[in-house]
């Protein structure tokens, strides 16, 4: 078995160093600095490509406006609980103008529209709601496998995007990004807090296949259920009462950030495997990687070999 050279063995020794050894000093704060920022970029670089291979794991949050959807549906249904049980000064369960308080100016604003969807106010409402229940169902599934498709169908422009970002990254206060107590922190630097930036670059490669996607088709049918929903209960003078607007139907760029959170949480997963045993990673700087993230101390020598000189 072969035997550290005493330099090796000093290497990682604290300010007790036995008498005959050749210590190197420690480095500054502004090497280690410079020593950690090398190792950040390597371990962000080494989480991609597992991440990218976990991405069946993604799962694209529905857009903000899904809210709006659902919030709309459940104004419908309660308008035709409402229009139904006949309440005073509310229901008008007739599709005859006669009628006050708000059912009344309801009955008025469907038949000014003339959309008759059914035999009654009740119905009319019922329909919508059930137009927007469809439409908010279809749209859950294909959603969430929205992430999973783009990955497996434009991986390498994804993968090049992130990498470019990495390598280019500054990564200020990079010794307490890698000797912290978060077990995810470079992730969280490179990936997480720049998914809108990241999102932008990925979409003149990712936007054309997004567009054709099953999720989108849904989305905008979503959308138009739920615009002609809101011009309905315009038409009926109930949008000002219940603040109600349209929503608009893009949101390419959205599925792209979704997509970089996405894979930012799985790198979050595999830097914090890595930290556990950062030895022998296929990375540059192997030994001085592995001192980085177990927190030994860090020499001059390693500064000196990171930055060439």
Same mark, same amino acid.
């Given at each position: 078995?072969?035997? #550290?050279?005493?330099?090796?063995?000093?290497?990682?020794?604290?300010?007790?160093?036995?008498?005959?050894?050749?210590?190197?000093?420690?480095?500054?704060?502004?090497?280690?600095?410079?020593?950690?920022?090398?190792?950040?970029?390597?371990? !962000?670089?080494?989480? %991609?490509?597992?991440?990218?291979?976990?991405?069946?794991?993604?799962?694209?949050?529905?857009?903000?406006?899904?809210?709006?959807?659902?919030?709309?549906?459940?104004? %419908?249904?309660?308008?035709?609980?409402?229009?139904?049980?006949?309440? #005073?000064?509310?229901? $008008?369960?007739?599709?005859?103008?006669?009628?006050?308080?708000?059912?009344?100016?309801?009955?008025? +604003?469907?038949?000014?529209?003339? $959309?008759?969807?059914?035999?009654? =106010? *009740?119905?009319?409402?019922?329909?919508? !709601?059930?137009?927007?229940?469809?439409?908010?169902?279809?749209?859950?599934?294909?959603?969430?496998?929205?992430?999973?498709?783009?990955?497996?169908?434009?991986?390498?422009?994804?993968?090049?995007?992130?990498?470019? !970002?990495?390598?280019?990254?500054?990564?200020?206060?990079?010794?307490?990004?890698?000797?912290?107590?978060?077990?995810?922190?470079?992730?969280?630097?490179?990936?997480?807090?720049?998914?809108?930036?990241?999102?932008? &670059? %990925?979409?003149?490669?990712?936007?054309?296949?997004?567009?054709?996607?099953?999720?989108?088709?849904?989305?905008?049918?979503?959308?138009?259920?739920?615009?002609?929903? =809101?011009?309905?209960?315009? !038409? *009926?003078?109930? *949008? $000002?009462?219940?603040?109600?607007? +349209?929503?608009?139907?893009?949101?390419? &760029?959205?599925?792209?950030?979704?997509?970089?959170?996405?894979?930012?949480?799985?790198?979050?997963?595999?830097?914090?495997?890595?930290?556990?045993? #950062?030895? +022998?990673?296929?990375?540059?700087?192997?030994?001085?990687?592995?001192?980085?993230?177990?927190?030994?101390?860090?020499?001059?020598?390693?500064?000196?070999?990171?930055? +060439?000189?």
């Amino acid at each position: 078995r072969r035997t #550290p050279s005493p330099r090796r063995l000093c290497e990682y020794l604290d300010s007790s160093v036995p008498m005959g050894c050749i210590v190197t000093k420690e480095a500054s704060e502004e090497q280690r600095q410079e020593i950690c920022k090398e190792a950040a970029k390597e371990m !962000a670089t080494l989480c %991609l490509e597992p991440a990218a291979s976990r991405a069946d794991k993604i799962i694209v949050k529905l857009p903000p406006d899904f809210e709006k959807m659902k919030e709309v549906r459940e104004k %419908l249904l309660k308008l035709q609980e409402d229009a139904t049980s006949g309440k #005073p000064g509310e229901g $008008d369960n007739a599709k005859s103008s006669g009628g006050g308080g708000i059912m009344g100016m309801i009955t008025k +604003g469907l038949e000014k529209v003339g $959309d008759a969807i059914g035999d009654t =106010v *009740a119905a009319s409402f019922g329909a919508l !709601a059930e137009m927007m229940e469809a439409s908010i169902k279809g749209l859950e599934g294909p959603m969430a496998e929205i992430a999973k498709d783009l990955i497996a169908a434009k991986k390498t422009e994804i993968l090049k995007v992130l990498s470019n !970002a990495i390598v280019s990254s500054g990564v200020e206060n990079a010794e307490v990004l890698c000797r912290g107590e978060s077990k995810t922190a470079i992730s969280e630097h490179f990936v997480q807090k720049s998914a809108i930036s990241l999102g932008k &670059q %990925l979409l003149p490669d990712c936007g054309e296949f997004i567009k054709q996607h099953k999720a989108i088709q849904a989305w905008n049918a979503a959308v138009v259920a739920y615009n002609k929903a =809101v011009e309905k209960l315009k !038409a *009926a003078g109930l *949008a $000002d009462k219940f603040k109600l607007e +349209g929503i608009d139907g893009d949101i390419k &760029q959205y599925i792209c950030e979704q997509t970089v959170l996405g894979l930012g949480a799985q790198m979050g997963d595999e830097e914090t495997k890595v930290r556990e045993d #950062p030895r +022998g990673k296929p990375v540059r700087y192997p030994q001085i990687f592995t001192k980085v993230f177990t927190k030994h101390k860090l020499l001059e020598s390693d500064w000196r070999q990171v930055a +060439g000189n």
